[in-house]
């Protein structure tokens, strides 16, 4: 159950990251809002996996699912680079997540 805690806490850093770029220096409300609501579920989702996960496995794959997500949201919705550089740095990344998993105890 941890992992799945931890997964949905990725997918909502995700959506208060691109809620906050939305938000336009929080000038818009919704968006700003569901920063808000993202940031929370997010935080407290993470809380619950750390209850059984370890510290430096879990923030690490939380931040790269993180990261990972943004980026292709800002690939998709905002035209950010594609650079063959990017997409092999972000492959690395994904790799380095799943090899947490893989060697995780749990």
Do not use: N
């Not at 929080?26 to 510290?55: E, H, N, Q, W, Y």
């Not at 980026?71 to 790799?95: C, K, N």
């Amino acid at each position: 159950m941890a992992w799945i805690f931890l997964f949905l806490a990725g997918l909502f850093e995700i959506v208060w990251a691109v809620a906050m770029k939305a938000s336009a220096g929080f000038s818009r409300l919704a968006p700003t809002l569901i920063m808000l609501v993202g940031m929370a579920a997010s935080f407290i989702l993470l809380a619950k996996a750390l209850k059984d996960l370890p510290l430096g496995t879990a923030y690490t794959v939380w931040t790269g699912i993180g990261a990972v997500g943004t980026v292709v949201l800002g690939i998709w919705m905002y035209r950010e680079s594609t650079d063959p550089l990017r997409l092999l740095f972000i492959t690395l990344i994904i790799a380095g997540i799943v090899g947490l998993k893989l060697t995780s105890p749990q």
